[in-house]
Nanobody, 118 residues
């Protein structure tokens, strides 16, 4: 089992920045894919960024050029640097891990709220 815990959310004004962290514990050695999702009220959950192996393989069009995903050397902690935040970025942000490069994500954090005021 893998346990995930996000941190770093909060309230920020439009144009500001936040850095989210996702700390993993447990059997992380077999993890291949790490991702950030978000879900705004009344909307479906959206994939924001994905790290497969050692590199970022996906950004949602809505965050390209503003958000940057990364991980530490042992890939047990992943980050999401969010710059030039917009009110439409307001959502609960989740990190998720899986053992394979495709398929459903098996492990999820509890989520962290990001609120961007205009």
């Amino acid at each position: 089992q893998v346990q995930l815990a996000e941190s770093g959310g909060g309230l920020v004004q439009a144009g500001g920045s936040l850095r989210l962290s996702c700390a993993a514990s447990g059997r992380t050695g077999s993890i291949y894919s790490r991702a950030w999702f978000r879900q705004a009220p009344g909307k479906e959950r959206e994939l924001v960024a994905r790290i497969n192996g050692g590199g970022v393989t996906y950004y949602a069009d809505s965050v390209k050029g503003r958000f940057a995903a990364s991980s530490d050397n042992v890939q047990s902690t992943v980050y999401l640097q969010m710059n030039s935040l917009k009110p439409e970025d307001t959502a609960v942000y989740y990190c998720a891990f899986r053992n394979w490069d495709v398929g459903e994500y098996d492990y999820w954090g509890q989520g962290t709220q990001v609120t961007v005021s205009s």
